[in-house]
């Protein structure tokens, strides 16, 4: 047997047998993390606010007057990649006529 074609047929085999094995081998689903979600309620005698969290992120802020004839209403976040002092409805309150 040629010696030089015992060199360039070694290398090829070798570098072949990987490929095999991992067509061979079904791979594993990759999965993001679950975000970590927050629900957190701040509670006295005149107000309940619940905050909604995901991320570290404020989504949804909630309060709820315990004074009677006062209806909840949401103070809105700001949008997701917009600077606070851009976006002109953050920090406002926003009460909702119709909820499913």
């Given at each position: 047997?040629?010696?030089?074609w015992?060199?360039?047929?070694?290398p090829?085999l070798?570098?072949?047998?990987?490929?095999?094995?991992a067509?061979?081998?079904p791979a594993?689903p990759?999965?993001?993390?679950?975000p970590?979600?927050?629900?957190q309620?701040?509670?006295?005698?005149n107000?309940r606010?619940?905050e909604?969290?995901?991320?570290?992120q404020?989504?949804?802020?909630?309060?709820?007057?315990?004074?009677?004839g006062?209806?909840?209403?949401?103070?809105a976040?700001?949008?997701?990649?917009?600077?606070p002092?851009?976006?002109?409805?953050?920090?406002q309150?926003?009460w909702?006529?119709?909820t499913f």
């Open positions: 047997m040629n010696p030089s015992t060199v360039f047929i070694l090829a070798l570098a072949a047998a990987p490929l095999a094995r067509a061979e081998e594993a990759r999965t993001a993390p679950e970590q979600v927050l629900n309620v701040t509670e006295d005698d107000v606010i619940e909604l969290r995901v991320r570290g404020t989504r949804r802020l909630t309060v709820k007057p315990k004074i009677p006062m209806n909840a209403y949401e103070i976040t700001p949008e997701p990649g917009r600077a002092g851009d976006d002109p409805k953050a920090g309150r926003v909702w006529s119709i």
